[in-house]
């Protein structure tokens, strides 16, 4: 169930809310995870993480939309993010994931069967004609491809090999040629490079050619590989049964969200008090964290909820929680908050506990 636009749909559409609370993307949620919502051994919020394994870990994927979806929520955390600590391994974990993905949408074509063996064979050595021809073993697996009746399991597993060996390896020799450039360019050989590696040059020329390149493949294999994405989505992800099962998810998703946002004593108590920490957090609350009973919470929310969503005014103020905030909020914080704790909570389901929520809520299931 591919949730995350769903997620970020629902957030930058909320009725008059702000830039700066828009928005959500997993790998920015991720940053969020780390630093507010994780608790540490310390028994408070936020791990001791290093800045290069942040950088790697937000960078893993695309820091905004294509349609342009604002994000501004995530800006108090990309502000202790920044260039200076990238690193090559960070950037290859990124390239990985691409890689798994061609993989992935090979194996629902075949798992779905919304492509005959032949055609994707077909298209495969049509694309990486020149590629195929560097190793014996990809004649023999296309050979058995081809030749052998082949059970589903045994066909994603060949067609793994076939694939992932081939990316792999083109990426590697992209970067072989990388380093080699680096030790070439102002003469810096092979005996220098050790003692230059910190360099601001080597540390420009890297960033030059892998942050902004945005790839570690070659300008010619890259092309390749945006063909080859092409096919798979016209193939996969533009598919009829795809397209229902992603329908199904958003709608599974709009639904949770609008059984909270109404009712938000439906979610669990570790999920109530995370809305105390948010309002706290978010609001910049300095009041020291108690450890607050749920039921206490949920005596404040029984008592304000339904008049808050009926107020028009969303600067009017209420005393919700002022025992616990020692101030009195906005119908707009309110809301805006709780339709961020609410997104923490459905953003950390898996499919299976999404889909048994949904039914608990509208089906039949207790």
């Known amino acids: 169930m591919n949730g995350e636009d769903s997620v970020n749909e629902k957030l930058i559409k909320l009725d008059k ?21 994780t608790m540490n051994y310390k028994g408070t919020y936020g791990l001791d993480i290093s800045k290069k394994t942040l950088w790697g870990i937000v960078n893993h994927s695309s820091l905004e939309y294509k349609d342009g979806s604002k994000l501004g929520f995530y800006d108090r955390y990309l502000k202790k993010v920044s260039n200076k600590n990238w690193t090559i391994e960070a950037l290859v974990v990124k390239d990985a994931d691409e890689i798994a993905q061609r993989h992935h949408d090979i194996e629902d074509a075949i798992e779905l069967e919304l492509i005959p063996k032949k055609d994707l064979l077909e298209k495969i050595k049509e694309i990486f004609e020149t590629e195929l021809k560097t190793k014996k073993m990809y004649g023999k697996i296309i050979d058995r491809i081809e030749s052998e009746n082949l059970t589903k399991s045994e066909l994603i597993t060949n067609y793994s090999k076939l694939i992932v060996d081939m990316y792999v390896s083109e990426y590697i020799k992209s970067l072989e040629n990388l380093i080699m450039e680096l030790n070439e360019r102002e003469e810096i050989c092979h005996n220098e490079f050790r003692k230059n590696v910190k360099s601001n040059y080597l540390k420009e020329f890297c960033r030059e050619q892998l942050i902004e390149k945005n790839t570690g493949f070659s300008k010619e294999f890259e092309k390749k590989d945006k063909k080859f994405q ?38 669990p108590d570790k999920t109530i008090k995370t809305f105390l920490r948010n309002l706290r957090l978010l609001l910049e609350i300095k009041k020291k964290q108690e450890d607050i009973i749920p039921s206490f919470i949920r005596n404040e929310i029984e008592r304000y909820h339904k008049r808050i969503l009926k107020e028009e005014k969303v600067d009017k103020k209420f005393d919700v929680f002022a025992k616990f905030l020692e101030k009195k909020i906005t119908v707009y914080e309110y809301k805006v908050i709780l339709m961020r704790t609410i997104t923490d909570y459905i953003a950390g389901m898996t499919d299976k506990y999404a889909l048994k929520q949904y039914e608990i809520l509208y089906g039949t299931a207790y």
């Open 230 to 267: 092409e096919f798979l989505k016209n193939v996969v992800l533009n598919s009829q049964s795809v397209q229902m099962m992603d329908g199904k998810g958003k709608y599974i998703i709009r639904r949770l969200f609008q059984a909270y946002f109404t009712n938000p004593q439906q979610m």
């Open 17 to 37: 809310m702000e830039e700066k609370d828009k928005g959500f993307k997993h790998n920015l949620q991720a940053l969020r995870i780390l630093k507010d919502l």
